[in-house]
């Protein structure tokens, strides 16, 4: 079955950074696009960025404003998250998730178009 764990999540001061690595099992990973999301207290689930399959193309929600930047090495089965210049609107558990298709791309980053998701890692960013 799908496994999907996150870490490298961690409490920063404002303008600190931090990596997030999300480790990849059990299914074919370089096939499929992958997301990160994030959900803020009280907040919904929101697409943060995402990493198509085969081109490696990369799709940002807006709020990210070039601070973040998402990778993948299909070698190591693990999709990155650098996060940089992070604000305290940034605090949220953030997630890794698959597209429930293979060989598809990012799509929407709306959470029902992803089947599997991992149990997150918290970015706290105090001012």
């Known amino acids: 079955q799908v496994q999907l764990v996150e870490s490298g999540g961690g409490s920063v001061q404002s303008g600190g950074s931090l990596r997030l690595s999300c480790a990849a099992s059990e299914f074919p990973f370089a096939r499929y696009s992958m997301t990160w999301f994030r959900q803020g207290p009280g907040k919904e689930r929101e697409g943060v960025a995402c990493?198509?399959?085969?081109?490696?193309?990369?799709y940002y929600a807006d709020f990210v404003r070039g601070r973040f930047t998402i990778s993948r090495d299909n070698a190591k089965n693990t999709l990155y998250l650098q996060l940089n210049s992070l604000k305290v609107e940034d605090t949220a558990m953030f997630y890794c998730a698959r597209r429930t298709s293979p060989n598809t791309g990012c799509g929407s980053l709306r959470p029902r178009e992803y089947d599997s998701w991992g149990q997150g890692t918290q970015v706290t960013v105090s001012s």
């Open positions: 990493i198509s399959w085969t081109t490696t193309s990369t």
